[in-house]
């Protein structure tokens, strides 16, 4: 079944105002600690949108007119500039370089799941379900393609796709025994 396309965002009295889904992915990844303010708010580039707790993080290719820097997401979904939250890390340097084409996994289903745990326990490496699977869930409700890629055994997990036209970069940081 085709589903209509939905827009990720639309601008409201000049600013973004985020899909309900998108908003729930972004609010899912960033930081809840107000101690943590450099990651409490979503980081806007030219590239999209990222949030992350430091722990997972999640990057969305969006073409904008934002002004790069920390942003702040209301409960409505707007995208509103902020000054003096601090450093967002350099989130592109933690994305694996080195992993090979990934394989796609349904997020509709837990077949889709038990295939993503599998294919890490494969490589000994394990991670907080508590924090991968409501991300999951998100992205399986935007009817995302979602790509696994193998990944050396400690090192984070590795995940992309498309979801309404929109790649998405996922990294989930391995658990430390």
């Given amino acids: 079944m085709i589903r209509p396309f939905k827009p990720l965002f639309t601008m409201e009295f000049g600013y973004m105002k985020l899909a309900p889904k998108l908003r729930r992915l972004l609010h899912e990844c960033r930081a809840k600690e107000t101690t943590r303010y450099a990651i409490e708010g979503i980081h806007v580039d030219s590239d999209g949108l990222t949030a992350t707790d430091g722990r997972r993080l999640i990057h969305?290719?969006?073409k904008h007119k934002l002004k790069d820097g920390m942003h702040v997401l209301t409960q409505d979904g707007y995208m509103l500039p902020v000054e003096g939250m601090g450093n967002f890390p350099k989130w592109q340097e933690i994305v694996?370089?080195?992993n090979p084409e990934g394989k796609t996994v349904c997020t509709d289903d837990s077949q889709g799941i038990s295939g993503v745990v599998y294919h890490f326990n494969q490589n000994k490496t394990l991670f907080n379900?508590?924090?991968?699977?409501?991300?999951l869930d998100i992205l399986g409700s935007l009817d995302a393609d979602v790509q696994v890629h193998k990944s050396k055994p400690g090192r984070p997990g590795h995940f992309t796709?498309?979801?309404t036209g929109a790649k998405f970069v996922f990294i989930i940081m391995p658990i430390n025994l």
């Fill in 60 to 62: 969305v290719e969006l």
């Fill in 96 to 98: 694996p370089k080195d």
């Fill in 129 to 135: 379900l508590d924090l991968f699977l409501p991300v």
């Fill in 161 to 163: 796709g498309t979801f």
